[in-house]
């Protein structure tokens, strides 16, 4: 039988009612404050008297924008970045956040809408499809589908993205930087095996808007974030695709991109989930980014390896995290 999705504690809408005279930004201000109970059923029908609380301009301006720069401060250094809030992304943040709330989890994500190409199935057709065993991870953020034997189907690919992408947002321990671009990627120098003598410590960001127009406009330096673990999820070649591996090839630190391969639903989703893994050291590769790495087949319409690529992504987080606060602890 299909799970039913799990809904949050209730909260009613609400209603101002009362007023006192405050401060704000050196101006007087009516703000209604006794009260605020009636339920979203109260409102119905009463609509001649309806009125918001009263709020000064600036009032949202600092609300915005002094959370947001907090946000920047905490997580200028952090445990984990995510690169990439599509389907295997927004995976990988759910697992980490759930089996980990101790490590500070920060995603980017290019655009202004997170969720990749998971908001549609394929040719822009509402349902998903996912290839058992991937029906796990729907049970587990609780998003209802139809079994069909050997796979199953949402009705809505955006039922399964949204949910997804709530519970992340919801969590403590994550914080979403969208419409935010990875530019670079923070190296040191590294003896480990395999590591082509770096390490990745970090990434270099922008505003999304802005790395469009470097080639338009003049210098606009970028920011940094601290990481000792990234998990890159940007998805196959694209305007912001397969970024971190094609760094690493610019960098010398990959010989070359295998490139993409015709579309094999059978092979790809066992190579994505398979080959989830540290590429070089800090830096775990998830998703149809490594496609481009493998020479993987495309797989189309079907969403599992995207979620279970997340799973993996972030299990191989957790242990290269743990490994090297091990060493720096040593």
Request: hydrophobic letters at 45%; a negative charge.
């Amino acid at each position: 039988m299909a799970p039913s999705a799990i809904s949050p504690a209730q909260q009613h809408a609400q209603l101002a009612v009362g007023v006192k005279k405050v401060k704000d930004a050196g101006a007087t201000v009516e703000e209604r404050t006794d009260g605020l109970t009636k339920p979203l059923s109260e409102m119905l029908g009463s609509w001649d008297d309806f009125t918001f609380a009263p709020i000064r301009e600036s009032t949202v301006s600092r609300a915005m924008t002094r959370r947001y720069f907090a946000d920047l401060d905490a997580h200028a250094e952090t445990d984990i970045v995510i690169v990439g809030a599509g389907s295997c992304g927004l995976s990988a943040a759910y697992t980490l956040g759930t089996l980990r709330p101790d490590l500070k989890i920060t995603i980017i994500e290019a655009g202004v809408a997170p969720g990749g190409g998971a908001w549609l199935g394929g040719q822009l057709f509402s349902a998903m499809v996912m290839r058992k065993p991937a029906d796990v991870f729907l049970r587990e953020i609780g998003v209802p589908f139809d079994d069909e034997g050997d796979y199953v189907v949402v009705k809505h690919a955006a039922l399964f993205t949204s949910t997804v992408l709530s519970r992340v947002l919801a969590m403590d321990n994550v914080k979403m930087f969208n419409a935010t671009t990875v530019e670079d990627l923070i190296t040191r120098p590294s003896d480990e095996e395999g590591a082509a003598g770096v390490r990745i410590a970090g990434v270099v960001t922008n505003w999304t808007l802005v790395s469009m127009h470097h080639d338009d406009q003049s210098c606009m330096d970028p920011n940094t974030i601290n990481a000792p673990v990234i998990i890159s999820t940007t998805g196959h070649d694209g305007p912001f695709g397969a970024f971190s591996v094609k760094r690493l090839v610019s960098m010398k630190r990959l010989e070359q991109l295998e490139g993409m391969r015709g579309l094999d639903m059978q092979r790809a989703e066992d190579a994505i989930v398979k080959n989830t893994r540290e590429i070089v050291p800090g830096l775990i590769v998830g998703g149809m980014e490594l496609s481009e790495i493998d020479g993987a087949n495309r797989m189309g319409p079907t969403f599992g390896a995207m979620a279970l690529s997340g799973v993996k992504a972030a299990e191989e987080a957790i242990r290269v995290f743990d490994l090297r606060k091990k060493q720096n602890d040593a």
